[in-house]
């Protein structure tokens, strides 16, 4: 079992930064892959970055250059930094981490408002 608790979403302006944070408990040995999604009103949730256990990443398209996710040396913590940020970010951020079984878990998701 593995939990996920998002946190450090926030009211930016455009062209702020905001840090999530997806912090992981129990089986986190398990881990593969720590996934960040966003869902904004009326849309799909659509994956936003990703970060494999051996430290590769990758970001979806409008994203690409202002977001960058990392963990910490613990890797218990997968951050997601979000630089320049537009009205189009807007929406409940997700992690999801998926273990070597192929389970998957899901946190409880915050909320990034881009002010324009």
């Known amino acids: 079992q593995v939990q996920l608790v998002e946190s450090g979403g926030g009211l930016v302006q455009t062209g702020g930064s905001l840090r999530l944070s997806c912090e992981a408990s129990?089986?986190?040995?398990?881990?593969?892959?720590i996934r960040w999604y966003r869902q904004a009103p009326g849309k799909q949730r659509e994956l936003v970055a990703a970060?494999?256990?051996?430290?590769?990443?990758t970001y979806a398209d409008p994203v690409k250059g202002r977001f960058t996710v990392s963990r910490d040396n613990a890797g218990k913590t997968v951050y997601l930094h979000m630089n320049n940020l537009k009205p189009e970010d807007t929406a409940a951020y997700y992690c999801?981490?998926?273990?070597?079984?192929?389970?998957?878990?899901w946190g409880q998701g915050t909320q990034v408002t881009v002010s324009s």
């Open positions: 970060l494999t256990r051996g430290g590769t990443s």
């Open positions: 999801d981490a998926i273990t070597r079984s192929g389970s998957m878990y």
């Open positions: 129990g089986s986190i040995f398990s881990i593969n892959a």
